[in-house]
């Protein structure tokens, strides 16, 4: 079993959906999480950044982190042709070391 | 803020020959550099960590004397792939980090090796 599960997708939506994206994991000791988006070709651009559980905002996206699921999420408002791309969720507990779920193909159509 | 470049973003070299890639925190002094291997479809491979001046810690698989990292300064690490051969071409992507958890990449280098 893998330390961090993502389901690889693809997933396909009209444009202005919600979109939800989800990783588990099962290290208990993870506490930092991250969401990269990966445009082909190009390097991961980091989207999101969160510490412990709860919820956080950034214009039209939202990261929610529930360590007692070992369940994190990321919701992307009014999507567009743009948001299509690669979503990996990373992850560590201590240092820079990160553990990366291995990502989820995202479609937006107009 | 939090730039990180590479260079080249493409290149095609010989079989047998060698090729350097480098990567540089524009607006950060990164203590930590990582190397990343990606293929097509897949996710993230790490291939080494190298701490500024610090021998690059290897993954388990990856042969250290093929891909020789060196981190020079706080805002340099370079890559060299020794001796290329065909199985070598990939993505390469590098990342750093200043201290904190998150690791910013760069835009990566894509290897042809013929």
């Known amino acids: 079993q893998k330390e961090v599960e993502q389901d690889p997708g693809p997933l396909s939506v009209p444009e202005g959906a919600i979109v939800s994206l989800n990783c588990t994991y099962s290290?208990?000791?993870?506490?930092?999480f991250m969401w990269y988006r990966q445009y082909s070709r190009k390097g991961p651009e980091l989207l999101m950044y969160t510490y412990s559980s709860g919820n956080k905002e950034d214009g039209r996206f939202t990261a929610q982190v529930d360590k007692s699921s070992k369940y994190i999420s990321l919701f992307i408002r009014d999507s567009q042709p743009s948001d299509s791309a690669t979503y990996l969720c990373?992850?560590?507990?201590?240092?820079?070391?990160?553990?990366f779920g291995g990502g989820t193909r995202l479609m937006v159509k107009p | 803020g939090a730039v990180v470049s590479q260079h080249p973003s493409r290149v095609i070299c010989k079989s047998g020959t060698s090729v350097k890639i480098e990567c540089r925190s524009l607006d950060f002094q990164a203590t930590t550099m990582f190397w990343y291997r990606q293929f097509p479809k897949q996710s993230l491979m790490l291939m080494a960590t190298?701490?500024?001046?610090?021998?690059?810690?290897?993954e388990q698989g990856v042969e250290k004397d093929k891909f020789l990292i060196n981190h020079a300064s706080l805002t340099l690490s370079t890559l060299t792939v020794t001796s290329a051969h065909p199985e070598d071409s990939s993505f390469y992507i590098c990342?750093?980090?200043?201290?904190?958890?998150?690791?910013?990449f760069g835009p990566g280098t894509r290897l042809t090796v013929t």
């Open positions: 990342s750093a980090s200043g201290g904190a958890h998150e690791q910013y």
């Open positions: 990373a992850m560590n507990n201590a240092g820079n070391m990160l553990t």
């Open positions: 290290n208990s000791a993870f506490q930092y």
């Open positions: 190298s701490n500024e001046g610090s021998k690059a810690t290897y």
